[in-house]
Every structure is written in structure tokens, then in C-alpha cells.
């Protein structure tokens, strides 16, 4: 039997058309029609004005962090339950992360304790250039609080929802509400363009701005002049042929898998030990992937005793992310926390979750989860 994947890509025939047409009208490079179309269709479908394709998530919040004038010392405060590309650009900007944990209700960024923070750190002259507010696992953090608590203080938003499109916060998309929001088409992702990302923002000379930037910063003139330093992260027409097809079929990708979410816990629910991540009431979660705790007592097991069952039976599943504040690499930086994302990390489980995986498969993640209990 073939390894069952945490989150394979999903693939059809539009996207073979869509590439088909790319390659066949020659525009193999980091412009052409099909990027002109899929910056448009994503910013309809993401209800912001302005969206900038560029080679992956990481690099359209590295633009963003610098359209928001973070440079070198400033601080700006990001979730710490997340994967290391929401902080690495704050990083490379020369700016300090400073982590703020969970909530227990989205697992996303504490509102209070960010607000603290943010108060804390106005009050004493330092107050923090920008704030990355990640949305986790296809779950929107609660945005009103935080982006009150910014606009108070002249912190600027920028929303990571490389994991989050197609939920909502209220009727709204995360990612629209801050001064710019980033996705990601990595393969993993709930759409893919096998690597690449989008920068959205409301605001068009910010689009402006980003668009030249990822151009490597041509300054209008006939031959090569460059005032200031760019980078080369324009996305492809090819890969964006493929996000056309993709992008199509967003809301069935997500019906899939808040089906996955659905029948897992459904199967799951009479085991003692096991919880669901929640769902907050703001808005629709996606269920990019099915999340679950493990209660080690409750149980009978660890995470880490599931995951290996699994294993065993060439079935990928991952702990929840681990916790930036408890990174190697940032083993420096400032973190606020209750202990609330180092605890979902100690027992926090992601199970199979692609949009195509089969019935059957998805029975035999159950009933290996459902022995290795009964043990
Ligand atoms: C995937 C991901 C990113 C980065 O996206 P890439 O396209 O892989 O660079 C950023 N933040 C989060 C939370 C992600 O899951």
C-alpha cells in the first residue's frame, strides 16, 4: 500500500489545461497572463483589492514586513505556536520577535495577553513596529481585539493566513484585515502552485510597492537602475496556471476536509482522552488538517505512541507545531506565555487530512488510533 500523506496535493484537469496553455503560449517566466488572472481571481476570492503573487508565503511576508518599515531592532510581536516562516523574515530584517502564546478556544494568538504587551511596551517608550498574527490550522485567530488593541497604538497588522484560506472570521476572509495578509501555495497547503505565495492589502500604492520589490527593484528607465535593493520573488506564469485550477475549486477542497475533521471525530468520540481541536464561533474553521490532543492518563497512550502506530503502518502524521519560544534558533527572543501552545505541543497530534484521501483510508487512521487505545 502506498504511504498515506499528511496533506498531498490535489490535482485535476484544469490545472494540466491551465499549464498546457502556459507553456504553449510561451510565457514561461515571472509574468504573463495567467499570473495577471490569478492575482485577480484570488483577490476576489479572498474579497481584498490588491493581490501580488510572489515564489512562496515566506517571501510575501518578508515584503510585507518591510512595506511595514520594520527594519533593524525594531520588535514585532508574532504567535509562537506556528511554523518557523512566520517569524524567520521578522529575522531577517534585522528586527527581534518577540512570541506571544495561545488562547485555548482557536489555539491562535491570546488577544489579552497580546493587548498587554502592546500596553506594556507603549507605556515604556518601545512601542512594537508590527505585529504577525498567524491564523493555525485553517482556524482564524480572534482579529477584532488584536487589530483595536494595533490601530490604538500605531502597531501595524499583517495577518499570516498561509494555513487559513478559504475560513472565515465573521463574513470576512483572514488575511483581509490587517495593513497586508500573506498565503501560501506551498504542496502541503489547501491550494497549491507546488511552491509560491500571495500578498493581499486593501491599500494599492502598498501593492505598488511589493510588486516592485519582488521585481528586484527596476526603476523605471531603459537600461538597469536600481535606487534600492529588491528581491527575485515573482511568481511564475507556469505556477500560476496551476493556482487557476486550484483556486476553482477552493470550497470543495475545504467541504473535503471539514468532512475528514467530521468523520474523525464522529469515530473518535467515544475514546476516553482524546479532544478535537476546537472550533471558535467568529467564524469557519477549514480543517486544513484534523487536529487532536492526547490526555496521556485519560488514554492510555502518548501522542508520540500514536504517531509511532501509525508509523508503523507508513501513515504520516506530525505533533502540533513546535513553539518558536522553544526553537533553537530563537532561543534568545523575548516570549509572554501561560504554557498554553507548549502544552498543545507536548500532546497535540495532526492525522491525514488531504483533500483526496479515500474512505478507507481515512478508516484505517481510525481503527489503528482505536487499537492502539485498547491496548
Ligand atoms: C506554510 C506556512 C508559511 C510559509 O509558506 P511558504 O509558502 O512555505 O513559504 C508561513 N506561515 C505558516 C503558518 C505556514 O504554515
Same mark, same amino acid.
Given at each position: ?197 500571495? &500578498?493581499?492589502? %486593501? $491599500?494599492? =500604492? ?6 516592485? /520589490?519582488?521585481? *528586484?527593484?527596476?526603476?523605471? +528607465? ?87 502506530? &501509525?508509523?508503523? %503502518? $507508513?501513515? =504520516? ?6 513553539? /518558536?519560544?522553544? *526553537?533553537?534558533?530563537?532561543? +534568545? ?43
Amino acid at each position: 500500500m502506498p504511504r498515506l500523506y499528511l496533506s498531498p496535493p490535489d490535482v485535476g484537469q484544469a490545472e494540466v489545461e491551465h499549464v498546457l496553455d502556459a507553456l504553449q503560449s510561451n510565457w514561461i517566466a515571472p509574468v504573463g497572463p495567467k499570473l495577471d488572472q490569478f492575482e485577480q481571481e484570488f483577490a476576489t476570492a479572498v474579497g481584498s483589492r490588491h493581490a501580488v503573487a510572489v515564489s512562496s508565503g515566506t517571501a510575501a511576508l518578508h515584503l510585507a514586513l518591510r512595506l511595514a518599515g520594520v527594519g533593524a531592532g525594531d520588535e514585532v510581536l508574532c504567535s509562537s505556536l506556528t511554523f518557523v516562516a512566520s517569524a524567520a523574515p521578522i529575522a531577517y530584517l534585522g528586527a527581534r520577535p518577540v512570541f506571544i502564546d495561545s488562547e485555548e478556544l482557536s489555539w491562535n494568538m491570546d488577544p489579552a495577553l497580546a493587548c498587554e504587551v502592546i500596553e506594556r511596551k507603549a507605556a515604556a517608550g518601545r512601542t512594537p513596529k508590527a505585529l504577525v498574527l498567524v491564523h493555525l490550522y485553517g482556524q482564524s485567530a480572534d482579529i477584532t481585539p488584536i487589530l483595536r488593541c494595533c490601530e490604538k497604538h500605531g502597531v501595524k497588522l499583517i495577518e499570516d493566513a498561509a494555513e487559513a484560506l478559504g475560513a472565515t472570521y465573521g463574513d470576512r476572509c483572514p488575511g483581509s484585515f490587517g495593513l497586508a495578509g500573506i498565503h501560501s501555495f506551498n504542496g502541503n497547503k489547501i491550494i497549491t502552485t507546488s511552491g509560491g505565495g500571495m &500578498l493581499v492589502t %486593501e $491599500d494599492a =500604492e502598498l501593492a505598488r510597492q511589493a510588486r516592485f /520589490l519582488a521585481s *528586484q527593484a527596476r526603476d523605471p +528607465a531603459p537600461h538597469y537602475q536600481h535606487s534600492v535593493l529588491g528581491y527575485n520573488y515573482r511568481l511564475s506564469n507556469v505556477s500560476a496556471a496551476i493556482g487557476l485550477g486550484q483556486l476553482a475549486r477552493l470550497s470543495a477542497k475545504v467541504t473535503c476536509r471539514r468532512g475528514h475533521f467530521r468523520e474523525y471525530a464522529r469515530a473518535l468520540s467515544d475514546l476516553p482522552g482524546l479532544v478535537m481541536q476546537p472550533e471558535a464561533a467568529w467564524g469557519q474553521s477549514t480543517r486544513w488538517l484534523t487536529c487532536l490532543t492526547v490526555d496521556p492518563e485519560a488514554a492510555g497512550v502518548t501522542r508520540e505512541d500514536l504517531r509511532l502506530a &501509525l508509523e508503523a %503502518e $507508513d501513515i =504520516e502524521s506530525r505533533p502540533i507545531w513546535k513553539p /518558536l519560544h522553544l *526553537q533553537p534558533v530563537f532561543a +534568545a527572543a523575548e516570549h509572554h506565555g501561560r504554557g498554553v501552545s507548549d502544552r498543545l505541543f507536548e500532546c497535540g497530534l495532526c492525522l491525514p487530512s488531504g483533500a483526496a484521501m479515500s474512505r478507507e483510508d481515512r478508516d484505517r487512521v481510525i481503527s489503528i488510533i482505536r487499537r492502539a487505545l485498547s491496548r
